[in-house]
């Protein structure tokens, strides 16, 4: 297994580029399935989880070009399986994404129930709640989700989620799009991400109104054509280079971003002390005020409010803040695993339920940690840059599932990270 090895201490300068956005690929990697036609998809991130998701729409029989590394020309007009096994599943939950469009376009689908991760049980009862509203037949079948639409095709809906659910409402959109009818999805998630899955099926002619908002309507069509389309950025990448930059009390160029899409993240950032300067509208100038950084309490939240993703990148750089910041993570029941790995680099930080307290500013110490999940990954190498010594990040495979090329990227700003590894390096770094 790869892991990092990172000297801290330096200051981080230079620019960087943010790459596509993975959580807003792996559904429009989805949504090619919907039409025979091909659907050429841009700014796809060189990230594991992408290959994996590429390797799904493959066995499923699509054929994916990539005629450069970051572009996808996808054609589902052979697609002859429905079926994603455990085997593909297990390893990315986002696979849970092909349900919604083999429903609507094939009639049937069977997905492997994705078990739990790191950060909880992360349950689907909430999808297939909604394929059964769009008239599917959804039954569990030794571990596998069996959905079917009894007359071909589904019907539109009054959809209520008891919960906010990104995926959720991203595959309950792709079954819609070609339902018979209208499907009004109601506490529908706001991510930047569902937005651009909303602009790419009306691209490819579906007629979807409302996305970004709380309520969404879908007048289902008979039929979708190919199209073309650019991933936004990443908004966590954004966010977690923003932190590379404070954390480090450096000066970073971000290039190819998208401040709207963080807004909640950069006016916490400014809250503690962090200089964000918003160049041009995809150009972000960052560096920590040299009075240091003020502890700043932060609960998680659905955007537009604190992304949960960004709570693990936050709480290493409250551990550099002055005065104690109370961390609440509303999303997830088990995202902290990334606060004991800090502890053993000298942070004082403690839990108690779903809230982290953090004492700051305490001096981080390089040690031997380790990588629990994505964005935990981030949290720890974060730690490293800022910390005196030498840190070792084990099971970095996390962080290659959402961070591209991050060795090299680091790299180019001045940072001291190596990857070891005991088999040929994944990506070009
Ligand atoms: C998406 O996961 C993201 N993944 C996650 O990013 C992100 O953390 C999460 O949204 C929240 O923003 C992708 O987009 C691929 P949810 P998702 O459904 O859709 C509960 C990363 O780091 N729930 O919005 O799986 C669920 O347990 C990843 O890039 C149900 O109870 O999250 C959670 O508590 C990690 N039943 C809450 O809702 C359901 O059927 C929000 O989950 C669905 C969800």
Do not use: W
Request: hydrophobic residues 40%.
């Amino acid at each position: 297994m790869d892991k990092f090895l990172i000297r801290g201490g330096r200051n981080l300068r230079g620019k960087i580029e943010i790459s596509g956005a993975k959580n807003s690929a792996l559904p429009c990697l989805a949504a090619t399935l919907l039409t025979p036609e091909t659907v050429t998809l841009h700014n796809v991130p060189y990230v594991k989880d992408l290959i994996t998701q590429r390797r799904l729409l493959e066995d499923l029989g699509a054929t994916v070009l990539t005629p450069e590394l970051r572009t996808h020309k996808v054609s589902a007009a052979n697609v002859e399986v429905f079926e994603a096994p455990y085997e593909l599943v297990k390893t990315m939950r986002a696979s849970v994404l092909a349900l919604g469009p083999l429903l609507a376009r094939f009639g049937q689908a069977k997905v492997s129930l994705p078990g739990g991760c790191a950060i909880g049980t992360r349950p689907i009862d909430l999808h297939l709640k909604a394929f059964e509203q769009l008239g599917a037949n959804v039954s569990l079948e030794s571990g596998d989700v069996v959905a079917r639409a009894p007359k071909g095709r589904l019907i539109g809906a009054e959809i209520n989620f008891e919960k906010v659910s990104v995926t959720g409402t991203e595959n309950v959109m792709m079954a819609a799009v070609l339902a018979k009818g209208k499907t009004t999805i109601h506490s529908a998630a706001r991510e930047p991400e569902i937005e651009d899955l909303a602009e790419l099926l009306n691209k490819m002619g579906g007629r979807i109104k409302g996305a970004g908002e709380e309520t969404i309507e879908i007048e289902g069509v008979e039929n979708l054509g190919g199209a073309e389309h650019t991933i936004i950025p990443d908004r966590i990448e954004t966010g977690t280079f923003i932190v590379a930059a404070a954390i480090t009390y450096g000066e970073l160029e971000i290039k190819n971003c998208h401040p709207e899409h963080l807004k909640a993240v950069i006016e916490k950032l400014r809250e503690t002390g962090v200089e964000i300067d918003e160049l041009n509208q995809s150009t972000l100038f960052v560096k920590c005020s040299t009075k240091g950084l003020e502890a700043k309490d932060v609960t998680t939240e659905p955007h537009p409010k604190f992304p949960t993703d960004m709570q693990a990148q936050y709480m290493a750089l409250m551990t550099q803040a002055e005065g104690s910041s109370s961390i609440s993570e509303t999303i997830f029941e088990n995202r902290f695993m990334h606060a004991s790995e800090l502890m053993r680099m000298g942070a004082n930080i403690h839990i108690s339920g779903n809230t982290a307290t953090v004492r700051g500013k305490t001096k981080l110490l390089g040690a031997p940690i380790q990588a629990s999940d994505l964005r935990a990954s981030a949290s720890l190498v974060l730690a490293a840059l800022a910390a005196e010594g030498e840190t070792v990040v084990n099971r970095v495979y996390h962080i290659d599932r959402g961070y591209e090329t991050i060795v090299k990227k680091l790299r180019n700003i001045g940072a001291d990270i190596d990857r070891i590894t005991d088999n040929i390096a994944l990506s070009a770094e």
